[in-house]
């Protein structure tokens, strides 16, 4: 942290689950999560993208698998019927 210079934030992002914001003395990205807040060093902001990218993306096969699960075992249930 440089106390020379003021922070000066810049918005990176911004939409309805929060706000990112970029301070270039501090070299620190501020993620605004509701009422949360939280600080990472901006090299982690890559990683921490990655890992919801690949949450999102396994969040939506868990989904896909669960529908199949539920039609399968419905229709296996008509079959025996
Ligand atoms: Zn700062």
Redesign the pocket.
Known sequence: ?NKNI????ILLAKNEAGSAGY????D?VELGIGAISIRIVATDLYYIAQLLKVADTNMAHYHLAKDCEQHQSVQSTEVVH
């Not at 301070?23 to 501090?26: F, G, K, Q, T, V």
């Open positions: 942290m003021p922070c000066t934030k301070c270039e003395s501090c620190v």
